[in-house]
């Protein structure tokens, strides 16, 4: 890496700002495009400053922007996206525009700009809920949430630009991703939300029964699979892989464990609410690909990474939250 000009669109994000932390010593170049809609500047704040970084503010909906950002560039990791599920429901158009036409930005600057690598983040949400456990690469794409559909259409979009143009393109298709620096709002923050109220004694509120199965891969585990795809992408050029577990959690067992990380266990007991549209009921990765092509395997446990979590929070390191984002 120490000789590659790393672009990461959406590198202020959650999954974002822990990649260019990785790569800002090892890289010869880290690009940050992000226009901070989801994305936070305190989460590349310790970064600002570093000779190997530099920050293009804009959007990946803008063209002008992502040419200008895809300049001298070897290697794509495009993580930008609207990636609010609930949001989407309400703004299905705005959603489809970032996440596939601002992919198809993405691609089309890649392309001439003949960058080595495209690495897309797709999303587990592609397939829906599981038809059959654990999901492999080969289950079909039934999205449920204009979110999840919009993700499968740039994942279909990044297949098709390999299979045309030959674009080298590597698709991950990640699961549950969390950690710190997690996303605050959406279905997709069940953890810190849970976390948000454990704090103040408050008990996690669910939707539905809680039997909803999620797999949760801490986010230094996702880190480490992308830093394999980029060691030895030949091997998935072409193809989708799956980031995850292969562990299946509910979500009443997520909340029971962090009430017991945060020893609440006498004191407080999950609320049920009503049920989501648009919810995935059963998400459970099959890794073998990921293992086979790239020797990964999930180093953190669901235990350890939610300590891991938990222990961030605890110490303050994170922005206060609006008092209507429980």
Not at 146 to 161: G, N, V
Request: proline share 5%; hydrophobic share 40%.
């Amino acid at each position: 890496m120490r000789d590659k000009t790393v672009l990461i669109t959406g590198g202020a994000g959650f999954i974002g700002s822990h990649l260019a932390c990785k790569y800002i010593t090892e890289a010869k170049t880290v690009k940050i495009l992000d226009d901070f809609s989801n994305g936070s500047v305190n989460n590349i704040r310790n970064l600002l400053t570093h000779r190997n970084m530099k920050l293009v503010r804009g959007d990946v909906q803008d063209k002008g922007t992502v040419d200008r950002a895809m300049e001298n560039v070897d290697i794509v990791l495009h993580l930008a996206a609207q990636v609010h599920v609930d949001k989407s429901i309400m703004l299905p158009r705005s959603t489809f525009e970032v996440n596939t036409l601002g992919t198809l930005n993405v691609l089309d600057a890649a392309l001439e700009k003949d960058v080595e690598l495209v690495v897309y983040a797709s999303s587990s949400e592609a397939y829906g809920s599981a038809q059959y456990v654990p999901i492999d690469e080969k289950h079909p794409l039934n999205p449920a949430s204009p979110y999840a559909a919009s993700k499968a259409a740039a994942d279909r979009l990044c297949f098709s630009y390999h299979n045309t143009y030959r674009l080298p393109i590597v698709i991950v298709r990640s699961f549950n991703t969390y950690g710190p620096r997690q996303a605050r709002i959406g279905y997709t923050a069940v953890i810190p939300r849970f976390i948000r109220r454990l704090l103040r004694g408050l008990p996690p509120i669910i939707y539905g029964d809680g039997t909803q199965t999620r797999d949760l891969m801490y986010v230094e585990d996702t880190v480490r699979a992308y830093d394999l795809v980029l060691s030895s992408y030949k091997k998935l050029v072409g193809k989708a892989v799956n980031f995850g577990t292969g562990r299946e959690t509910t979500v009443l067992d997520l909340a029971n464990m962090l009430i017991s990380i945060f020893r609440l266990g006498d004191t407080v007991k999950p609320i049920h609410i009503a049920p989501r549209p648009g919810e995935v009921e059963r998400l459970c990765a099959d890794i073998t690909l990921a293992r086979e092509a790239l020797g990964f395997k999930p180093m953190y446990s669901t235990t350890q990474g939610l300590e891991e979590t938990a222990r961030w929070y605890k110490e303050g390191r994170y922005e206060e939250w609006s008092p209507d984002e429980d």
